[in-house]
């Protein structure tokens, strides 16, 4: 066992006490025994810190005031040691075998940085199960090149879906903490720059669609939260790393077009906008104002 390294789950939670404990006993049940698990309160106000202490040292509790999806993240990180990273949702399953399929990837694929596995979603009321994508070509893939020229390829995976070698991850994580929910994207992106990767085909994560989820099957507010996320990450990634530049500026430019057609910006957003805005060079502002214009008239016109 000692030869084989050590793999963290890393488990973020707000207020998901009715789905924490299914989380962290599908991480504790793993085949893959070399594992620790890391579960990062963010200052939740339901039952969740009473759950938590009832595990005792099986897991590593973390606890902290609210500070959003992000900072959890980076506070998460910087309490693991494992070698592999595997995210988890806290309402969301790994499957039994799912960090034993990891590890034998990253074992026999010395080369790969990251590992995104496909998606299986269920319904918490009826039970009801779909894969999150039909198709998924598995194997070796590598973006880089792709991601360099501001084209990034469609990765549909979610946060339990990610799992990334320890020394990809430090180059990501810490990650600027203004992106407060959906803040997978921002790795995800930024994994797929930094290394090449694998897509496993297998379903070995479970993802649970309820009432309560910020993100998938939104329909209220989806268009909003969805632009808001996607100028905040084009943001971050701009400024992190120079050879994403023109990504980050397409992002931008895009969902701030979205964003003008779905209500605007809070006043922390749009503060952050107009500080990202005074660095752009006065070409790059034109050719943001021009795909933002064409992003907004699409959206108009396609609803």
């Keep these: 066992m000692s030869n084989r390294p050590l793999v963290s789950v890393l ?6 006490g009715r789905f924490l404990p299914e989380a962290i006993d599908s991480a504790l ?11 990062v309160d963010d200052g939740s106000t339901d039952d969740s810190r009473g759950i938590l202490a009832s595990y005792g040292n099986r897991v590593v509790s973390v606890l902290k005031e609210n500070g959003g999806q992000s900072s959890a ?18 309402d969301d399953i790994f499957a039994a075998e799912k960090v034993e399929t990891i590890v034998k990837v990253f074992e026999e694929h010395l080369e790969i940085g990251w590992c995104f596995d496909r998606v299986r979603k269920f319904d918490h009321t009826t039970g009801e199960q779909n894969v999150l994508v039909a198709k998924w070509d598995a194997g070796r893939v590598d973006f880089r090149r792709d991601m360099a020229a501001g084209a990034p390829p469609n990765m549909p995976t979610i946060t339990s879906g990610i799992s990334i070698r320890r020394e990809v991850l430090a180059r990501i994580l810490p990650m600027p903490e203004f992106i407060r929910i959906t803040s997978d994207g921002y790795i995800k ?8 990767g694998w897509r496993i085909a297998d379903e070995v994560t479970l993802q649970r669609i309820h009432g309560s989820n910020l993100y998938t099957d939104r329909s209220s507010g989806k268009k909003q939260l969805m632009s808001k996320t996607g100028v905040l990450t084009g943001i971050c990634l701009w400024e992190r790393f120079p050879g994403l530049q023109r990504l980050g500026a397409r992002l931008f ?3 701030l077009g979205m964003c003008w057609m779905s209500g605007g910006f809070e006043p922390e957003c749009m503060e952050l906008t107009r500080a990202f805005w005074a660095k752009l060079p006065v070409r790059a502002r034109t050719q943001v104002l021009l795909e933002a214009a064409y992003w907004s008239a699409r959206d108009l016109v396609l609803g």
């Design 29 to 39: 049940s793993q085949t893959y025994k070399n594992i620790e698990v890391v579960v």
């Design 189 to 196: 992106l930024s994994a797929l720059a930094l290394a090449e």
């Design 73 to 90: 993240f980076n506070v998460g990180f910087a309490q693991s040691r494992g070698e592999i990273i595997c995210f988890l949702d806290s």
């Design 253 to 255: 430019s895009r969902n």
């Design 11 to 16: 488990i973020n939670n707000y207020n998901y």
